[in-house]
């Protein structure tokens, strides 16, 4: 059953593939494809790429083809042989580069050696190799692959990142830009009471670096100022593309819904910030929440913490603050490198 649901899955992804290449012809417009988008529950993800499409068509390039990493094993091979030296090539952005989530960087290998010829835009990523044996390992392939194509451009969205790849890809069009999901700062969103109290939303996976012991001293702390709400941006769901905003904004209303954030997810930052909610961010196991921390940095309603022992005074003064004293900063401009790469 399971291989005769493959099959047709199959089917239906090639018939939709071919339909659009029909529309880029019949329209005389190059094919813009993107490599890599999700399926699985990450909404932090599903964020990236809900976002990607729409600068994208923010910037004139209307008729997108996503390819997610899962079709890898079903159609991957079939798209690469149809698409052609002017079709446009993206990446999805994220924290995929690196020995952390080796999978998803073979996947972005693969897509790199699959189109030679073709201009390909990574969107912004964090690069992480752990400074062991396999870490060395792995950049070493990395860097014979990507300094090995010739019109490769990498978007990295924090400066460690950022002069880690000068070191290493040298062949490589590297541009420094914000995480993609903030090219939604600025946009309205559904306007909900504020009166639910604190959400808490910690990881609980490879990049967590909060002890069971520092997250029960901060739980603690933040019950003296209201009820306690308990979220994940990652969900146990397949999320399909017909769904994505549909999960995506209902967990934006979640987080605008409440008096405070506290959190240690990169997006459970970025989705306080362009919902204009107060939010207290831990940092990871890595350095990307406070490298893009940085690019916000002046939103006074967004906190950078690296441990509790202040967290009583910054939560007094976030639940104190009205948003009409809200500050504002100018995101647009950040992305105009991003924008001439893709109109290039």
């Keep these: 059953m399971d291989k005769i649901k493959t099959i047709i899955k199959k089917i239906i992804k090639i018939l939709h593939f071919n339909l659009y290449l029909f529309k880029c012809k ?3 417009q190059a094919p813009y494809v993107i490599f890599g988008t999700p399926l699985h529950g ?3 993800d599903h964020a990236i790429i809900y976002s990607e499409i729409y600068f994208l068509k923010q910037n004139g390039i209307k008729h997108i ?3 997610s990493t899962y079709e890898d094993k079903i159609c991957f091979d079939y798209i690469c042989k149809k ?3 002017n079709a446009r090539i993206f990446v999805t952005g994220g924290g995929s580069i690196g020995s952390q989530w080796i999978e998803e960087e073979k996947f972005i290998r693969k897509v790199i050696k699959s189109f ?3 201009k390909i835009v990574i969107f912004p990523q964090t690069v992480y190799y752990s400074d062991d044996e396999n870490g060395k390992y792995e950049l070493e392939i990395s860097k014979k692959i990507y300094n090995g194509h010739k019109n490769l451009s990498l978007c990295l969205r924090e400066k460690v990142s950022y002069e880690f790849c000068k070191s290493n890809f040298q062949n490589v069009n590297l541009v420094l830009v914000p995480d993609i999901v903030l090219c939604l700062y600025g946009k309205k969103f559904k306007q909900v009471d504020r009166k639910d109290g604190i959400l808490i939303c910690f990881r609980h996976d490879a990049e967590k670096k909060m002890s069971s012991k520092e997250f029960e001293n901060i739980t603690d702390i933040l019950k003296k100022y209201g009820n306690l709400k308990y979220t994940d941006t990652v969900v146990k769901k397949v999320i399909y593309p017909i769904l994505r905003k ?3 904004f ?3 209303i979640e ?3 409440s008096r405070l954030v506290v959190t240690d997810r990169l997006h459970g930052m970025i989705f306080a910030a362009i919902t204009k909610t107060p939010c207290i961010v831990f940092s990871n196991y890595n350095h990307k929440v406070k490298g893009v921390y940085s690019w916000i940095k002046d939103l006074n309603y967004i906190v950078y913490m690296e441990n509790e022992e202040e967290l009583e005074e910054k939560v007094s003064a976030l639940l104190k603050l009205h948003e009409e004293d809200f500050n504002t900063i100018n995101l647009e401009v950040k992305f105009n490198d991003l924008k001439k790469l893709i109109k290039e």
């Design 26 to 28: 019949i329209k005389g």
């Design 42 to 44: 990450n909404l932090g």
């Design 65 to 67: 083809f996503e390819v």
């Design 83 to 85: 698409l052609k030296e």
């Design 116 to 118: 030679p010829d073709n």
């Design 246 to 248: 549909k999960f995506l």
């Design 250 to 252: 209902e967990k934006l």
């Design 255 to 257: 987080f605008s819904s």
